[in-house]
């Protein structure tokens, strides 16, 4: 390919590809024999300047010696290469560029080889993916911090509240004949105050503790699903359940969210039911990628427009009279299996009964 040949085959590719691609030809000993306009602009060259020159001269050295192992690999067997590099301009400005190179058509059969460098300016991709890598990191910092916080004010707010409540049974058991009914209507009030705010208080140390730290093991579902029945096994009993299940994989996760999420689906089957007494069914399918989780019970349901808000967190359908609970529960739940980076949906029909489902990822 003599310098005639060059020119004319540069000039097609840069019809086509316009002005927004930095393109450049350089031999075998990476000499740059053509380098278009857009080339220049970024390198901060002129043409002239650039031609004969070595190609070499433009690198940052930002990349590590494999990269450059690797380049030379791939041309070598005649292959393209693509990589993101910083380059270095002429007034010593190093910036980001998307760089292909590919070896050139060699019409003439000469012995030379040449090759072909396309570069692309991704300055300001790289510097909007650095910022929200900075948002990320920040973001998870405050995260760290509210559940920390979280944490140490739910565990100091324990103690306070084991007194009062110590304090008002001892003035009920030290007072109750001088205490009139109204009196004692009262401290029932206290008492039960103390109690649902000690499981307000319980389940937010729950929801605190769930973090992306812990370590993954192999969970065998079907004997962390036992475990959980046995602690549910007292309420099973006074409402005639029946809790029955498919054979359940083994799945790697966390042990202790994953224990808390069938606990408290589960739960929630035996709390919210009808007259008639509850059947739940966990079920499993398989695909490719994931596990997917059903927990299905015969229940009250849920009225379909209420169906987007019931995973956040302190969402109640109903009033404390008609069901106890923090309005927490479902926002556990969520948490856990965006931690196992799988995803929670529900289908619920009112009078009908409702089915979580929830997948968890088989490699996490």
């Known amino acids: 390919m003599n310098e005639a040949e060059i ?12 002005e927004y691609i930095g393109i450049a030809i350089v031999d075998a000993c990476a000499k740059i024999n053509y380098a278009n306009k857009k080339f220049c602009l970024l390198s901060g060259y002129s043409c002239d300047e650039l031609l004969d020159r070595n190609y070499c001269v433009l690198h940052s050295g930002f990349y590590c010696k494999e990269i450059e192992v690797t380049l030379q690999n791939t041309i070598s067997s ?7 590099i910083k380059i270095c301009t002429k007034e010593g400005i190093c910036h980001w560029v998307d ?38 990191n920040e973001l998870e910092r405050s995260n760290n911090e509210l559940e920390q916080f979280a944490y140490v004010v739910t565990h100091d707010l324990q103690e306070p509240l084991r007194a009062i409540s110590s304090f008002v049974q001892l003035l009920k058991k030290y007072y109750n004949e ?20 000690q499981a307000l208080i ?17 969970v065998d579902c079907d004997k962390l699903l036992n475990d959980v029945l046995a602690d549910l096994s007292v309420i099973i009993h006074e409402c005639n359940a029946v809790v029955t299940h498919d054979k359940l994989p083994v799945i790697k996760g966390i042990p202790f969210q994953l224990l808390q999420l069938f606990n408290n689906l589960i739960s929630n089957g035996l709390k919210f039911r009808r007259e008639q007494p509850p ?15 059903s927990v299905t019970d015969n229940g009250i349901g849920i009225e379909e427009h209420f169906l ?9 359908l109903h009033s404390r009279r008609e069901y106890v609970g923090t309005g927490i529960g479902l926002s556990i739940c969520k948490k856990v299996v965006e931690y196992h ?3 929670i949906w529900i289908n619920s029909k009112p009078n009908v009964g409702s089915t979580v489902f929830f997948s968890i990822p088989k490699s996490i």
């Open 308 to 316: 987007e808000r019931i995973f956040k967190i302190f969402q109640r």
């Open 7 to 18: 020119l004319k085959y540069a000039r097609l590719v840069e019809n086509a590809l316009g």
């Open 78 to 84: 005649g292959l393209m290469w693509k990589e993101n």
């Open 279 to 293: 059947k739940i069914h966990i079920g499993i399918e398989e695909n490719s990628t994931e596990w997917v989780f």
């Open 341 to 343: 980076k799988g995803r």
């Open 178 to 197: 001088r205490l009139d009914d109204r009196a004692n209507i009262l401290i029932s009030h206290v008492v039960s105050g103390i109690g649902r705010m």
């Open 202 to 218: 319980d389940d937010l140390l729950s929801y605190a503790q769930i973090d992306g730290t812990q370590v993954p093991a192999e």
């Open 99 to 136: 760089v292909t190179l590919s070896p050139a058509p060699d019409t003439m059969q000469s012995s030379t080889k040449y090759y072909i460098v396309m570069w692309a300016d991704i300055s300001d991709y790289k510097q909007s993916e650095e910022k929200m890598r900075t948002q990320i």
